[in-house]
């Protein structure tokens, strides 16, 4: 189910936590009540959630001091523009550099062009306490929480006893270092922010107590916590250094498993950990890109298109987009998040199935590009590519990718993979799976796209595409 998000001023984008809860609550009672089993037959429960979303809340009442904080919103964008233009961080940027070239030491690594992103919760976390007066005084007095989603949870689930988030999670807040496991208290100086709130850090599998009996009838383990994309990884079972796996929902994101090595790359990658399960840990790179889901969502909303299934069929019932050209912004990206949405190149003769293959087009154009820069800067060789979320199933957007990046790409029988890997991941840690062997078997493979057009037949359409790019900032 999705929750509606809420906008309370142009830009701002939130979520009511009551509204998430009771959500939450029903959609575990609908699906053991479908599966016909009883909650005391559960096992354990794992936990997927969204990225980037937060709240902050009072730790003696539990009351929270505002609502979550989307990572859609923009309320964060002028301090993102100030601090990415400032001095002091181009002195920090010299000084990580130099410091990198000294020890060769990869930690370094990252601050030497560290930038910040409308879609992190640092800013809008160093927001709330510029602007939220109750927040800032609970955390003087050692009394404020901080959580993303999943933490809420825990802390909902468990009456308040249980306050902790997972390294996949924290990871993915910006808050949080990778490289030394910890809240980082350099930047949490930098941007004021008290670092007195922030949660215990567990392992993604692991037991973080029980939930209140009155909540489900009985007590139920909750022995995973992982975030979304990762957790997507995870039930892809791509646990290989160099398993790739593309996620194509709402935005689409790219994942490669790096293993104990962890990669920063300057520009469009960022480091992330997948998971920690006892003495192993796995580190992620990650590209993402805006407007997937949310692209074709819109042509359905304004009847562009009937149903989402038909828009494969209408793009390839039409040799090329004849010349028109769809920009991605809805989903305002880090770069530029005053970017907007557009059509380029359209004619008298532009017909929905022109439109519709350009917004398509648009989708697999931007994993072309994604693709080739996950090749020039991730130096280990790259192994399987596994597809899944929504836009997994739209033919189209699949063929022309393989075809773009001349790579096989495997979509399971099961799109919905954040949801198993965070099942994978509970079933481990409460033995219900012995080890990830036992997983790869459960695995279900319903298509496989491979190569059929030489991707130099679509570079007068990309050479069109990336021009109209260039052009529509202005």
């Known amino acids: 189910k999705q929750v509606e998000s809420l906008y309370p001023r142009p830009g701002w984008v939130e979520l009511d936590p009551e509204v998430l809860w009771s959500q939450f609550i029903g959609v575990i009672k609908e ?19 969204q990225r980037g979303t937060f709240i902050t809340w009072h730790k003696r009442t539990g009351k929270p001091f505002h609502n979550f904080i989307s990572w859609q919103d923009l309320r964060s964008a002028e301090l993102v523009n100030s601090w990415n233009n400032s001095l002091l961080l181009k002195v920090i940027h010299v ?21 910040f992103s409308t879609h992190q919760a640092s800013m809008k976390l160093s927001w709330v306490f510029k602007n939220i007066h109750e927040a800032e005084e609970a955390a003087k007095k050692n009394n404020c929480c901080f959580g993303t989603v999943d933490t809420w949870l825990l802390y909902r689930l468990t009456k308040g006893s249980v ?26 100086n930098l941007l004021s922010i ?25 007590p139920i383990p909750i022995m995973a916590v992982v975030a ?16 790739v796996k593309l996620t194509m929902g709402t935005g689409g994101f790219w994942n490669v498993n790096t293993g104990e090595h962890l990669f920063a790359a300057r520009g469009s990658l960022y480091p992330l950990i997948g998971w920690k399960i006892g003495e192993e840990v ?26 989402v299934d038909e828009t494969a069929e209408m793009a390839q019932s039409t040799a090329d987009s004849q010349g028109v050209c769809f920009i991605p912004g809805f989903q305002v990206s880090g770069d530029d998040p005053y970017s907007c949405a557009s059509f380029m190149g359209l004619k008298p003769s532009t017909n929905r199935n022109h439109l519709v293959r350009a917004i398509l087009e648009s989708v697999a154009f931007r994993n072309k590009l994604l693709y080739d820069i996950i090749v020039k800067k991730v130096h280990i060789p790259l ?33 919905e993979m954040s949801s198993l890997g965070a099942a994978f991941l509970a079933g481990l840690a409460s033995g219900f799976w012995t080890d990830k062997k036992q997983l790869k078997k459960l695995r279900q493979i319903e298509a496989m796209f491979e190569p059929q057009k030489d991707s130099e037949e679509y570079r007068p359409a990309m050479d069109a595409w990336l021009q109209a790019m260039k052009h529509s900032p202005h």
């Open 31 to 49: 699906a053991v009540q479908a599966a016909g089993l009883h909650m005391r037959q559960i096992a354990g429960l794992g936990i997927s959630t």
């Open 95 to 115: 000084i990580f550099t130099v410091l990198h070239f000294l020890t060769g030491n990869d930690r370094y690594l990252a601050p030497s062009f560290l930038t």
């Open 163 to 188: 306050y902790a988030t997972d390294y996949s999670n924290a990871s993915s807040t910006g808050i949080f270092e990778p490289f030394t496991k910890c809240w980082n208290p350099t930047l949490c």
């Open 194 to 218: 008290p670092v007195s709130i922030y949660p215990p850090v567990r392992d993604t599998s692991f037991n973080f107590g029980s939930t209140d009996s009155e909540i489900f009838g009985v």
């Open 228 to 243: 979304d994309q990762q957790s997507a990884m995870f039930g892809e079972c791509c646990f290989h250094p160099g398993d």
């Open 282 to 307: 796995v580190y992620l790179t990650e590209g993402s890109i805006s407007d997937v889901g949310t692209a074709i969502k819109w042509a359905l909303d304004i009847e562009l298109v009937n149903n």
């Open 383 to 415: 192994r399987t590519i596994r597809a899944d979320g929504g836009v997994s199933n739209n033919s189209f957007v699949m063929q022309m990718t393989s075809d773009l990046i001349n790579k096989k790409i495997e979509k399971p029988a099961n799109t």
